[in-house]
């Protein structure tokens, strides 16, 4: 036999035995196309796909059929230790798409497709979740509903349309109703601002088809406005943050502004608070009401966009009347800036004037409920501390701390001292602080810990991390120890002058 004829016999059997190789081998799935690029400034790196095509609806949304279907991901954690988490889920923004993670089988799951979103949040039994939808930068939101029951296929209903921008940080958006009733605990209730200064409540669930009946009832009218709304813990009032201009004025002169109560189900408005006269343009603006339904905490100060941004005075307000409204030091308008007490007696408050929050900032707290003098947790005059969070024992409050810097614009400058925020935890009646992130040399490795969130049973905490532009959700024991990561990928936020609004890419269900 020829040595040609020996190449060849060796030769096509291996060709063969490639071929089909290659042809058994997994086929190439085309991924849907991204009309969206990249969260920017600050984001992701790259937009996440799905791992299969998903058929979308007429108007480019996701349907309840598509949403159900869309891909469960790998497990995020190691299975032995997602059950110390119990049954806690996170909603959250990656790529300006809604996405849970289940932090008891450590699963994570796509749920939109097509817009841009922000702010999701769960009701107070979690078996849904709002968030709002953007078609572009300049969109008015549109209110969205998902089920997201873990015994329940995924559907999504749309809400609400052209409803208000809302105002980063300060503005809550939709309020759940905190203690739905005992009587069906299926049906869950929301209130939120809704087009044109309405004020809009609607009926969620019951029967068998939770999500499905989303019955609609104006509460306030268009023209009322509503900015801001917030449910008290008891279920039975709310409270509304309204601004009415002065007909007829081209100037915008706010003719009537405060803070009203109206009982949750409809009824007249009670004026409250307010600090507008006819001499002088001043505001309030609604932060939340204390964990015991008696009081509510807001921010007075100038119709002035500057000098709102560098603060404004902390005032609480007894909802029966029964003493003056009392004004505690100066903060920034910002949700994370402000915190009851679990008893609702004591509120800590992020204090000190300017809108760079790593200046002068300290955790002070105020006594509510009896008189007494403001205990300052911070002390450190060479630390910034901002985002104090109480433990659910009210023992011990969790915070931000990083060094104090003058103001700068430098981006290097603020980078370098972004990088040395770290999560602490102070004992209210002790005082004791410890360092419960950043321990050892990690303090300059290039991360930022931010956002710190205590598990309903005071065992956790949840806080963001930062690795350089990319946000991440960690979660450690409530003595530092044990941290692990829970979600590898979450947008970041904009930054204002050092602070980043968590509250419109992260909600937790604990």
């Given at each position: 036999?020829?040595?040609?004829?020996?190449?060849?016999?060796?030769?096509?059997?291996?060709?063969?035995?490639?071929?089909v190789?290659?042809?058994?081998?997994?086929?190439?799935?085309?991924l849907?196309?991204?009309s969206?690029?990249?969260?920017?400034?600050?984001?992701?790196?790259?937009?996440?796909?799905?791992?299969?095509?998903?058929?979308?609806?007429?108007q480019?949304?996701?349907?309840p059929?598509?949403?159900?279907?869309?891909?469960?991901?790998?497990r995020?954690?190691?299975?032995?230790?997602?059950?110390?988490?119990?049954?806690?889920?996170l909603?959250?923004?990656?790529?300006?798409?809604?996405?849970?993670?289940?932090?008891?089988?450590?699963?994570m799951?796509?749920?939109?497709?097509s817009?841009?979103?922000?702010?999701?949040?769960?009701s107070?039994?979690?078996?849904?979740?709002?968030?709002?939808r953007?078609?572009?930068?300049?969109?008015?939101p549109?209110?969205?509903?998902?089920v997201?029951?873990?015994?329940?296929?995924?559907?999504?209903?749309?809400?609400?349309t052209?409803?208000?921008?809302?105002?980063?940080?300060?503005?809550?958006?939709p309020?759940?109703?905190?203690?739905?009733s005992?009587?069906?605990?299926?049906?869950q209730?929301?209130?939120?601002?809704?087009?044109?200064g309405?004020?809009?409540?609607?009926?969620?669930?019951?029967?068998?088809?939770?999500?499905?009946?989303?019955?609609?009832?104006?509460?306030?009218?268009a023209?009322?406005?509503?900015?801001s709304?917030?449910?008290s813990p008891?279920?039975?009032?709310?409270?509304i943050?309204?601004?009415?201009?002065?007909?007829?004025?081209?100037?915008?002169?706010?003719?009537?502004?405060?803070?009203?109560?109206?009982?949750?189900?409809?009824?007249?408005?009670?004026?409250?608070?307010?600090?507008?006269?006819?001499?002088?343009?001043?505001?309030?603006?609604?932060?939340?009401?204390?964990?015991?339904?008696?009081?509510?905490a807001?921010?007075?100060g100038p119709?002035?966009?500057?000098?709102m941004?560098?603060?404004?005075?902390?005032?609480?307000?007894?909802?029966?009347?029964?003493?003056?409204?009392r004004?505690?030091?100066?903060?920034l308008?910002?949700?994370s800036?402000?915190?009851?007490?679990?008893d609702?007696?004591?509120?800590?408050?992020?204090?000190?004037?300017?809108?760079?929050?790593?200046?002068?900032?300290?955790?002070?707290?105020?006594?509510?409920?009896?008189?007494?003098?403001?205990?300052?947790l911070?002390?450190?005059?060479?630390?910034?501390?901002?985002?104090?969070?109480?433990?659910?024992?009210?023992?011990?409050?969790?915070?931000?701390?990083?060094?104090?810097?003058?103001?700068?614009?430098?981006?290097?400058?603020k980078?370098?001292?972004?990088?040395?925020?770290?999560?602490w935890?102070?004992?209210?009646?002790?005082?004791?602080?410890?360092?419960?992130?950043?321990?050892a040399?990690?303090?300059?490795?290039?991360?930022?810990?931010?956002?710190?969130?205590?598990?309903?049973?005071?065992?956790?905490?949840?806080?963001?991390?930062?690795l350089?532009?990319?946000?991440?959700v960690?979660w450690?024991?409530?003595d530092?120890?044990?941290?692990g990561r829970?979600?590898?990928?979450?947008?970041?936020?904009?930054?204002?002058?050092?602070?980043?609004?968590?509250?419109?890419?992260?909600?937790?269900?604990?």
């Amino acid at each position: 036999m020829s040595r040609s004829t020996w190449i060849l016999l060796l030769v096509v059997p291996l060709v063969f035995c490639i071929f089909v190789a290659c042809s058994q081998s997994s086929p190439t799935v085309a991924l849907p196309p991204t009309s969206q690029p990249a969260f920017s400034g600050g984001g992701i790196a790259a937009t996440p796909h799905l791992t299969s095509p998903v058929a979308l609806g007429p108007q480019n949304y996701a349907t309840p059929a598509t949403v159900a279907s869309l891909p469960v991901q790998p497990r995020l954690l190691p299975p032995a230790q997602t059950p110390l988490l119990g049954a806690g889920r996170l909603g959250y923004i990656l790529g300006k798409q809604v996405w849970l993670a289940n932090l008891e089988n450590g699963q994570m799951q796509q749920i939109t497709q097509s817009g841009i979103y922000s702010y999701p949040r769960f009701s107070p039994d979690g078996r849904y979740l709002t968030y709002y939808r953007q078609d572009g930068a300049g969109g008015l939101p549109e209110l969205w509903l998902a089920v997201v029951a873990p015994d329940i296929a995924i559907t999504s209903t749309l809400l609400d349309t052209s409803l208000p921008i809302l105002d980063a940080g300060y503005a809550p958006g939709p309020q759940w109703n905190p203690a739905p009733s005992t009587a069906n605990t299926a049906l869950q209730a929301l209130v939120y601002p809704g087009p044109d200064g309405s004020l809009v409540r609607r009926e969620i669930g019951g029967g068998n088809l939770p999500g499905r009946d989303t019955s609609r009832m104006l509460l306030l009218p268009a023209g009322s406005g509503v900015r801001s709304v917030a449910w008290s813990p008891d279920g039975q009032q709310l409270a509304i943050e309204r601004w009415v201009v002065a007909l007829g004025r081209s100037d915008g002169l706010i003719q009537e502004q405060g803070i009203y109560l109206m009982p949750a189900t409809g009824g007249d408005l009670r004026l409250l608070y307010t600090s507008l006269t006819s001499l002088d343009q001043r505001a309030a603006y609604l932060h939340s009401w204390s964990p015991n339904s008696r009081y509510l905490a807001l921010w007075s100060g100038p119709i002035s966009p500057s000098l709102m941004s560098d603060g404004l005075s902390v005032v609480v307000v007894p909802v029966d009347r029964s003493r003056p409204p009392r004004t505690l030091g100066t903060a920034l308008v910002q949700r994370s800036f402000l915190a009851w007490s679990p008893d609702g007696k004591d509120l800590a408050v992020t204090e000190g004037p300017g809108r760079e929050i790593l200046k002068d900032k300290h955790v002070i707290v105020y006594p509510v409920s009896v008189p007494g003098d403001p205990l300052n947790l911070s002390r450190d005059s060479s630390e910034a501390d901002t985002w104090p969070v109480w433990s659910p024992d009210g023992q011990s409050i969790a915070y931000v701390s990083g060094p104090s810097l003058p103001f700068s614009n430098d981006p290097a400058t603020k980078a370098a001292a972004l990088l040395r925020r770290t999560i602490w935890r102070v004992g209210v009646i002790s005082t004791a602080k410890k360092k419960m992130t950043g321990v050892a040399d990690q303090g300059e490795s290039g991360y930022t810990d931010d956002a710190p969130v205590w598990t309903r049973n005071g065992q956790h905490l949840i806080y963001v991390r930062f690795l350089g532009e990319r946000g991440e959700v960690w979660w450690m024991r409530a003595d530092g120890s044990q941290p692990g990561r829970l979600v590898r990928q979450l947008d970041v936020p904009p930054e204002y002058y050092g602070w980043h609004d968590w509250f419109s890419v992260l909600d937790i269900f604990r």
